[in-house]
């Protein structure tokens, strides 16, 4: 999607402005709401990592061996960039507090420069900014280069190591302010109906926007603290207050909820009701309880997994983020939903990281690879539900020999 990967020799902040251009470009005329958009954003942030770990592998190669020469503060000698310092000890010479002053600003990006001039290193404090140590030792050389690095540009300062790492992570790695723009509104749309739990983390980073002001556009969007809230577990009697409502609030009998796509205003009284963000309501409604009420018969999901895959098999999509998952439904029988196939369809490449980047036949190899490998486990099976004489949910086909139902909407499994 974004092209092959620059090196610092070639790499420039104009080639960044175009992959975001480009990435603003894909995904302006695509559905909200299309799985391949968020697959575009995913594909973006490989891009941006990958970005950052040759950064990083830059820096380490510069300064692998470079110790700290220089006098430092009491408060500049913690071992921890990412822990507040501990300031029980008792002594005269103290750290400043609070935001930092315009002077102190200049003072770190004096030291930057100074750094770059010295180390013969390219000049990019956004990778230095957005780069995490996931899955690093404390003790690895890329967390020891960060030190220095942060050390050097707490030089001169009344300033401990955390509040200069924190000034770094901030002031470098968002640097966009102001109004958001159209673009990123889209951005952020797409974020916030895949992925709610990780949409300010992800936007950030796409966007290189403070998460503070997106929390805020999140509450102003009327997201608010109801995205941290929990999901609940679905049950037969609360999937069955849910369709009574929808019925209610579209004034529609059940059949003709099938493929209907429903006003704003329906999912924010549903909110009200389910006291669950409407987003997560969707994704309910989406990725389960249209399945399960507009498919005819029970659904395995390995056969219709290795169904899936065959199609993509056969189709003329070159690589994962190129697939159309609403044309793709087409394929299937009435009352699937492209949420639901797509979400099918990934959770047989987990533990596959380059899905989106190699050709589409490696990922679809390594799904069929994943259906033989665990085909000793049990079938997952999602069950038919159909509306009884008193208007409650339960399931077509029985749970048990005895005839009875359960009320819990969890996946069944069968040999």
């Known amino acids: 999607m974004l092209g092959k990967i620059h090196t610092f020799e070639t790499y420039t902040y104009d080639t960044f402005e175009k992959m975001i251009d480009q990435l603003y470009e894909e995904v302006k005329g695509m559905d909200s709401n299309d799985p391949s958009a968020m697959e575009k954003i995913r594909q973006y942030l490989i891009t941006l990592n990958e970005e950052d770990e040759i950064y990083m592998e830059l820096l380490v190669d510069k300064l692998k061996d ?90 001169g300062l009344q300033r401990n190591l955390y509040q200069v790492y924190r000034h770094i992570v901030t002031y470098y790695g968002a640097p966009v302010k102001g109004s958001y723009s159209r673009e990123e509104e889209k951005i952020m749309e797409i974020c916030f109906q895949h ?97 399960q009420l507009f498919v005819q018969d029970s659904v395995s999901l390995r056969k219709l997994r290795k169904k899936i895959y065959k199609k993509l098999k056969k189709s003329s999509y070159k690589v994962w983020s190129d697939i159309r998952w609403k044309e793709l ?16 369809a990934c959770r047989g490449i987990r533990g596959f990281k380059k899905y989106l980047k190699v050709p589409l036949e490696e990922v679809l190899e390594h799904g069929f690879y994943n259906l033989v490998k665990y085909s000793h486990h049990y079938d997952r099976v999602l069950k038919k539900l159909i509306l009884d004489k008193n208007g409650d949910l339960t399931p077509a086909m029985f749970n048990n020999e005895s005839g009875t139902s359960t009320n819990s909407l969890a996946v069944k499994e069968k040999t």
């Open 66 to 155: 470079k110790e700290i020469y220089w006098n430092r503060p009491w408060y500049q000698m913690s071992k921890s960039l990412t822990r507040p310092l501990n300031v029980d000890q008792d002594y005269e010479e103290t750290f400043e507090t609070g935001s930092f002053t315009s002077d102190e600003i200049n003072k770190v990006n004096k030291n930057w420069h100074k750094f770059v001039k010295k180390f013969k290193v390219p000049d990019k404090p956004l990778c230095l900014a957005r780069w995490r140590n996931k899955g690093i030792n404390c003790s690895a050389p890329e967390e020891k280069v960060r030190y220095f690095v942060t050390a050097y540009l707490a030089r």
């Open 195 to 291: 992925e709610p739990r990780n949409a300010v983390t992800t936007c950030s980073m796409v966007l290189s926007r403070e998460p503070r002001g997106l929390y805020k556009k999140l509450h102003i969007n009327s997201c608010g603290e109801k995205v941290k809230k929990p999901r609940i577990k679905w049950t037969l009697p609360l999937a069955t207050k849910f369709v009574r409502q929808l019925m209610q609030y579209t004034n529609l009998p059940l059949e003709e909820l099938k493929n209907r796509k429903f006003e704003k205003e329906v999912w924010l009284k549903l909110e009200e009701d389910m006291d669950q963000h409407y987003i997560y309501l969707q994704q309910f409604w989406n990725t389960n309880l249209h399945v």
């Open 329 to 344: 439904r087409q394929k299937f029988p009435d009352g699937y939903t492209h949420h639901f196939l797509y979400r099918v």
